[in-house]
């Protein structure tokens, strides 16, 4: 038995959904951010720092003293990390005199490279720094970073920033979400509880509830749908075994009351009751073939499809019943081409075969004649089976197909169940069965694919 705890839930799904929705937001703003803030030619740390450095140009014009331009310029830089850049990675400065040498420097010192960049913002061949210069009428000023280490901390910032903002999304989106998919979710969970409480036979309809919603309309339409099945099942297998309890009753009967003349009598009389036990074993056992041929056509496990020859196959059936309708005087024949391969089930279409000419034979009236046509297309084919005898009434044409029904002018041979058999087998191969001349003489024309669909 599966185990409920290990199944995923739908709840479970919804949820993922939209924690991986959240997920796929923060990837695009993130990627979309990013790009905005490290692409050089449009972005805004560039020009924050660029003018930066040409604030603190002017400044040290400003002064005029260069022993007060270094604690000047250190001062406005230490300023401008703490007021701008609070916490992230150290700028270092350089400054010169304007067309002269390095005057002073923080941190680390310039290189060559460094220190002959134009004014603006520049990453020298080669280098790992990004240097963003700027020249004033006595100084020239130039910050400078390790560009690797500043796109970590800005990737770094950025994914903290927007984690901070949907994490404080979450509360008024996800579970607010959340909860309205596990209140709607509440439905389909009091539906399986009213299906899991109803007992094993209970094939009323669904009740219809004050409020009936759309999503779960056409699964409870099919769940009323399967009780009117399983009702109209039930209802002809009690039928069924009503009927074949009936009909079995009578040579079941006849067995015992020949049986016991069988015993007691001799002579003439006990010829006769060994023929008529006889006869009533042939019925019994003919009976009970065609009870489970009905049930086989009527069951849901099918036998596996095979390729076949139909006409082997026909020829092969009307082989065994040669000797009946020799005995009778009754003229077989079959008509169609040489060979007619089929993908199948070979022991329904034999038993569509067998009935149609145990009927014909048995009711096509001696010294008549019974004959077999088939025709093929490329997607089905037509089986007719056409006896010569006294034919079926118009007002009996509509019932020749239901189970045990015998026509009023019987002689009561047969068991009422051979074209009943017909009928379930054609449908559980896909094809149909008709009755087309009700008149003198029967036609019965069976139309199925040449390819029978899966069951």
Known sequence: MTNLARLPTLLGRITAVLVGSFAIVFVVLFAWSAWGLLARDSGELDRGLLM?????????????????????????????????LSGDPPLHLAITRTGGSLVMHSGVAPDAAVLAVADGAHTPPGSRWRVYAATGRQWRVLLFDDEAVRQRWLAGTLASDLALNIAMAIPFVLLPLWGAARLSLRPLRNLSAAVAARQPLDTTPLPAGPRRWRELAPLEDALNRLFERTAQGVAREKAFVHDAAHELRTPLAVIAAQ???????EGAARTEAAARLQSAVERASHLSQQLLQLAQADGAVRAPLQALDLMDLLRDAMALQAARADAQGT????????????HTDARTLRAIVDNLLDNALRHGGAGGSVRVRVAAGERQLTLEVVDSGPGIAAEDAERVFERFWRASASDGRGTGLG?????????SLGGEVVLQRPGPGARFVVTLPRHTPPA
């Open 52 to 84: 930066s450095a040409r604030s603190i140009a002017d400044a040290l014009d400003a002064t005029g003293d260069e022993a007060r331009a270094g604690s000047t310029s250190i001062a406005l830089l230490r300023e401008l990390q703490q007021r701008d």
């Open 419 to 427: 074209l009943a058999i017909v009928r379930e087998a054609a449908r």
């Open 259 to 265: 049986a016991h003349l069988l015993a007691t009598s």
């Open 331 to 342: 003229e077989l024949a079959l008509e169609g081409p040489d060979q007619l391969p089929l």
